[in-house]
């Protein structure tokens, strides 16, 4: 591995962030914040949606609906407790299951390149193999971590305390910047550049919350025992060095970190969401996300033969329009529909 890699990382991102910024400025389709809350001229602008799965010129009454998705989404993470960064394990819990899967199933690597005094940490991960780059970086800003350098001593418990403490974060792919990044502009824990633009096109119903680069990196973030020895160094560089210039990881660094990832059980790279109680909300039919139980068909069918019993026609045909609906959102993938539909059609 060249020594230069991680400044040839970060220079590639800064290289893509400033065309990405003139591209930005450049976009002429925007539907900005004083639009969304009525002052939009339909005739001039002729901006379109998909709200509602086509594509079409938007109406006075979407604008209402958006507006209305947007105090949904900030009431929701309100209610999180979320007032200023997200935790680890909330971007798991709050991200759709067909980008989990994706995470699980085509990003195998996540390595640490730079950290510093400020609490960032910047990540690479792999691309999927259908990508046109071979990779992607993923910036995470532990905003506790001042509070963790103070710490008399450097424990399990403390790096526990840090890992599921709250963060802002970002990536440079695209599911980030047209999905994502609005919704975490919105809920205060974006760490890249702020994104006022509705994703009218892409994401207008504002489902899911982070791209599959992202949910690797919670997933490390919460369980790789190589990440907690990375913030065991990490600290101790910062206790012996006030100042709060990056340092990029050696070339040696980067090695054994990887080796030791590699020696991880599956367990500690799986990309699964706990369940997250937070107080009751009221959500219209079509904002509920399917339950646990609903995306575990085969689970379920092998409850049912376990218990000498066999789910009605009726039953079947409404799991299956409980899989349609989900699958219509996002909130599952198509290969998990095809693989559910299979089961039950046996």
Same mark, same amino acid.
């Given at each position: 591995?060249? +020594?230069?890699?991680?400044?040839?990382?970060?220079?590639?991102?800064?290289?893509?962030?400033?065309?990405? %910024?003139?591209?930005?400025?450049?976009?002429?389709?925007?539907?900005?914040?004083? =639009?969304?809350?009525?002052?939009?001229?339909?005739?001039?602008?002729?901006?379109?949606?998909?709200?509602?799965?086509?594509? +079409?010129?938007?109406?006075? =009454?979407?604008?209402?609906?958006?507006?209305?998705?947007?105090? /949904?989404?900030?009431? &929701?993470?309100?209610?999180?407790?979320?007032?200023?960064?997200?935790?680890? +394990?909330?971007?798991?819990?709050?991200?759709?299951?067909?980008?989990? =899967?994706?995470?699980?199933?085509?990003?195998?690597?996540?390595?640490?390149?730079?950290?510093?005094?400020?609490?960032?940490?910047?990540?690479?991960?792999?691309?999927?193999?259908?990508?046109?780059?071979? /990779?992607?970086? %993923?910036? %995470?800003?532990?905003?506790?971590?001042?509070?963790?350098?103070?710490?008399?001593?450097?424990?399990?418990?403390?790096?526990?305390?840090?890992?599921?403490?709250? #963060?802002?974060?970002?990536?440079?792919?695209?599911?980030?910047?047209?999905?994502?990044?609005?919704?975490?502009?919105?809920?205060?824990?974006?760490?890249?550049?702020?994104?006022?633009?509705?994703?009218?096109?892409?994401?207008?119903?504002?489902?899911?919350?982070?791209?599959? /680069? *992202?949910? +690797? %990196?919670?997933?490390?973030?919460?369980?790789?025992?190589?990440?907690?020895?990375?913030?065991?160094?990490?600290?101790?560089?910062?206790?012996?060095?006030?100042?709060?210039?990056?340092?990029?990881?050696?070339?040696?660094?980067? &090695?054994?970190?990887?080796?030791?990832?590699?020696?991880?059980?599956?367990?500690?790279?799986?990309?699964?969401?706990?369940? #997250?109680?937070?107080?009751?909300?009221?959500?219209?039919?079509?904002? *509920?996300?399917?339950?646990?139980?609903?995306?575990?068909? #085969?689970?379920?069918?092998?409850?049912?033969?376990?218990?000498?019993?066999?789910?009605?026609?009726?039953? &079947?045909?409404?799991? #299956?329009?409980?899989?349609?609906?989900?699958?219509?959102?996002?909130?599952?993938?198509?290969?998990?529909?095809?693989?559910?539909?299979?089961?039950?059609?046996?």
């Amino acid at each position: 591995m060249p +020594r230069s890699l991680v400044k040839t990382l970060i220079n590639e991102y800064a290289q893509h962030s400033k065309a990405e %910024v003139e591209q930005r400025n450049n976009a002429k389709g925007i539907l900005n914040p004083d =639009e969304v809350a009525g002052d939009y001229d339909a005739a001039l602008r002729q901006l379109t949606t998909t709200i509602d799965g086509q594509h +079409r010129a938007i109406t006075y =009454e979407d604008l209402r609906r958006f507006k209305h998705k947007i105090a /949904h989404i900030k009431g &929701k993470l309100t209610k999180a407790g979320h007032k200023g960064g997200i935790t680890a +394990r909330h971007v798991l819990s709050f991200s759709l299951p067909a980008d989990r =899967e994706r995470a699980q199933d085509e990003i195998k690597t996540a390595l640490p390149l730079r950290k510093d005094g400020n609490g960032l940490v910047v990540f690479s991960t792999n691309a999927s193999a259908h990508s046109d780059v071979s /990779h992607h970086l %993923v910036h %995470v800003r532990f905003l506790d971590f001042g509070s963790v350098l103070a710490a008399r001593r450097v424990d399990d418990k403390l790096i526990k305390t840090l890992t599921s403490s709250r #963060i802002k974060f970002d990536c440079d792919c695209g599911r980030h910047r047209f999905w994502f990044r609005f919704i975490a502009s919105a809920g205060g824990f974006n760490e890249g550049r702020a994104e006022s633009g509705f994703p009218k096109i892409r994401n207008p119903n504002l489902k899911g919350l982070a791209c599959k /680069h *992202v949910l +690797r %990196v919670m997933t490390v973030v919460t369980q790789s025992p190589s990440f907690k020895a990375f913030i065991k160094q990490w600290i101790a560089a910062y206790r012996d060095d006030v100042s709060p210039q990056y340092k990029d990881q050696t070339n040696k660094d980067l &090695k054994a970190f990887a080796q030791s990832f590699k020696q991880e059980t599956w367990q500690q790279h799986r990309v699964a969401a706990k369940a #997250i109680k937070t107080p009751a909300t009221k959500s219209k039919k079509s904002d *509920v996300q399917p339950t646990a139980k609903q995306l575990k068909p #085969i689970a379920i069918q092998k409850k049912a033969e376990a218990l000498g019993q066999r789910l009605s026609s009726q039953a &079947k045909q409404k799991y #299956i329009r409980d899989l349609q609906a989900a699958l219509k959102i996002g909130a599952i993938s198509q290969t998990t529909f095809d693989l559910a539909v299979k089961q039950y059609a046996q």
